[in-house]
């Protein structure tokens, strides 16, 4: 953009405090009359939510989906960490990161409604594994194919393979996962329940970035070959793709209503 730093986390501050006042605004509201006493009525609904991280956490399967699942958020901020980083390893002017980003817009805005159609038809179980699977192929592709591959001074096109790969397995893995956590949840507090998705996949990406942000400062050393950081990305969509829908199948969930 060519405004500097200060100015765009500026703006970007700016709009997140907009959005911030808004919501503080809108959920002051009191519910509808009906939906108050439909929570009244209901008797599998909680009296009280002081223990409802407790029996959320007591939950072996939905831990379990949360520890798979947070490999999709770590994952996905690699667009942010990795991805910025191999730009500049391989040369690229800092140009090429608009293009990214501005790719990544452009396929969530026209490709996300035809994913979640798709997702719909073939199931939960099929999306989550193929969703992980496009992931980490997109790892793969930066691991395993060599900047030159696609041909000389044609780098970005293996840069923006993997970046569609991975945009691809969120779109795919995250609504599906969102869409699953009122039915593990039941009549329980599903809000702790989305809390604790959440608060795993930002565990990940906490101790993830970490290991990664090493790993990519020590690739291509005599202990370290180039590779490792994103074949450390790999495994965990690997086994989650090779899991979660395993889980999610025998959990029973998927005979749930919404």
Same mark, same amino acid.
């Given at each position: 953009m060519?405004l500097?730093?200060?100015?765009?986390a500026g703006f970007?501050?700016?709009?997140f405090?907009?959005?911030g006042?808004?919501?503080?605004?809108?959920?002051?509201?009191?519910?509808?009359?009906?939906?108050?006493?439909?929570?009244?009525?209901?008797p599998a609904q909680p009296?009280?939510?002081?223990?409802?991280l407790r029996?959320c956490?007591?939950?072996?399967?939905f831990?379990?989906?949360?520890?798979?699942?947070a490999?999709?958020l770590?994952?996905?901020n690699q667009?942010?960490l990795?991805?910025p980083l191999?730009?500049?390893r391989t040369?690229m002017?800092?140009?090429?990161?608009g293009?990214?980003f501005?790719?990544?817009?452009?396929?969530?805005l026209g490709?996300q409604?035809?994913?979640a159609?798709?997702?719909?038809?073939?199931g939960a179980?099929a999306t989550?594994?193929?969703?992980y699977?496009?992931?980490?192929?997109g790892f793969?592709?930066?691991?395993?194919l060599p900047?030159?591959a696609f041909?000389?001074q044609?780098?970005?096109?293996?840069i923006?393979?993997?970046?569609t790969?991975?945009?691809l397995?969120h779109?795919?893995?995250?609504?599906?996962a !969102?869409?699953l956590v009122?039915?593990?949840?039941?009549?329980?507090?599903t809000?702790?329940?989305?809390g604790?998705?959440a608060?795993c996949?930002?565990?990940?990406?906490?101790v993830?970035?970490m290991?990664?942000?090493?790993l990519?400062?020590?690739?291509?050393?005599d202990?370290?070959p180039?590779f !490792?950081p994103?074949?450390?990305?790999?495994?965990?969509?690997?086994l989650a793709?090779?899991?979660a829908?395993?889980l999610?199948?025998?959990s029973?969930?998927?005979?749930?209503?919404?």
């Amino acid at each position: 953009m060519g405004l500097g730093f200060a100015t765009v986390a500026g703006f970007g501050a700016l709009f997140f405090i907009a959005i911030g006042l808004f919501l503080a605004a809108a959920l002051r509201r009191p519910a509808p009359e009906s939906y108050s006493r439909d929570r009244s009525e209901s008797p599998a609904q909680p009296k009280h939510q002081s223990g409802s991280l407790r029996r959320c956490l007591a939950d072996r399967k939905f831990v379990a989906f949360c520890a798979l699942h947070a490999s999709d958020l770590l994952a996905y901020n690699q667009l942010y960490l990795a991805i910025p980083l191999e730009l500049q390893r391989t040369g690229m002017p800092t140009q090429w990161l608009g293009l990214v980003f501005a790719w990544i817009s452009v396929l969530t805005l026209g490709l996300q409604l035809p994913v979640a159609w798709i997702a719909a038809r073939i199931g939960a179980a099929a999306t989550l594994r193929c969703g992980y699977f496009s992931s980490a192929l997109g790892f793969g592709v930066l691991a395993f194919l060599p900047a030159s591959a696609f041909g000389e001074q044609t780098g970005p096109i293996r840069i923006l393979c993997a970046v569609t790969l991975l945009a691809l397995g969120h779109m795919s893995v995250h609504p599906t996962a !969102l869409s699953l956590v009122p039915k593990f949840a039941g009549h329980r507090a599903t809000g702790s329940y989305f809390g604790l998705l959440a608060s795993c996949g930002g565990l990940a990406v906490l101790v993830g970035n970490m290991l990664v942000g090493w790993l990519l400062a020590q690739a291509g050393q005599d202990l370290i070959p180039g590779f !490792l950081p994103w074949l450390f990305l790999m495994l965990p969509l690997g086994l989650a793709a090779w899991l979660a829908a395993l889980l999610v199948r025998r959990s029973g969930v998927l005979a749930q209503g919404a």
